[in-house]
């Protein structure tokens, strides 16, 4: 198994996950399939992942999601260090997205993503600009998501199906540049005193009503 800091799920024993192999399949032979890490079978398996993926290598587990990713982008500007990108990049884990796109600072907290970020690819881009010159050369629409004059209600809006989705940080929301940029701005619809959501939970709903919309639901978990 490739040597990694300890993340949050691994900083206390698990309570969910499989032990050795010999101890969980005592009559049955180890696999020796490439698919299986031999550490793991060794020392059992409390890693955050279904259980489809148990004792697998990261690598294959990565190369298995890249076979059936879908062709949704996730880009958060990251301008002032925001806190959310760690929930925003777990969600996009669990959706299948493509890649995560971190816009402005490199630096991101990884605690909220729970080691998921392990096996979700991500981007990095100094500015606006190389963000949207990535979805123009990838042929992806780009929708910003923001609750500013002009948005359209995502409740009725039509997403398209390559789309790379951009949220605002804490405070700005999203950038004046990002919003010119976009095919459009899509809004969550709110009811209560608050002006918006936190960012990681309008993110979960945005990629759910692609989800909704796009995804082969016949090949979840
Ligand atoms: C906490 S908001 C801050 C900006 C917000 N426009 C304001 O005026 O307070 C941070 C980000 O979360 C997302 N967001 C929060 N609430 C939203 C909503 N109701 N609709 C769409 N996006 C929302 C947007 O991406 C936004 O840029």
Redo the contacts with the bound molecule.
């Keep these: 198994m490739t040597e990694q800091r300890p993340g949050p799920t691994e900083w206390f024993p698990h309570p969910v996950g499989v032990g050795p192999w010999e101890q969980e399949f005592p009559n049955t032979p180890r696999p020796d399939d490439q698919h299986y890490d031999q550490q793991l079978l060794d020392e059992g398996d409390r890693r955050n992942v279904v259980d489809a993926y148990r004792y697998w290598t990261q690598a294959a587990i990565i190369a298995d999601i890249d076979t059936r990713r879908h062709p949704l982008h996730i880009a958060i500007e990251n301008f002032e260090n925001d806190s959310n990108i760690g929930t925003v990049v777990r969600t996009a884990n669990a959706f299948a997205v493509d890649t995560v796109h971190i816009v402005g600072r490199k630096r991101w907290n990884r605690r909220g993503a729970m080691v998921t970020d392990r096996y979700q690819h991500l981007m990095h881009h100094r500015t606006v600009s190389e963000v949207l010159t990535f979805a123009r050369e990838n042929n992806l629409t780009v929708v910003a998501?923001?609750?500013?004059p002009g948005s359209v209600p995502i409740e009725t809006a039509e997403l398209p199906e390559r789309c790379l989705l951009l949220?605002?940080?804490?405070?700005?929301?999203?950038t004046e540049e990002a919003q010119r940029g976009a095919t459009m701005t899509?809004?969550?619809a709110?009811f209560g005193s608050t002006?918006?959501?936190?960012?990681g939970v309008?993110a979960g709903i945005a990629m759910h009503a692609w989800v909704r919309t796009h995804a082969d639901l016949g090949r979840a978990w």
Excluded: K
């Excluded at 998501?145 to 500013?148: F, I, K």
């Excluded at 002006?195 to 960012?199: K, L």
């Design positions: 998501v923001d609750n500013t949220f605002g940080q804490e405070g700005p929301g999203v899509v809004s969550i709110q002006r918006s959501i936190n960012a309008a």
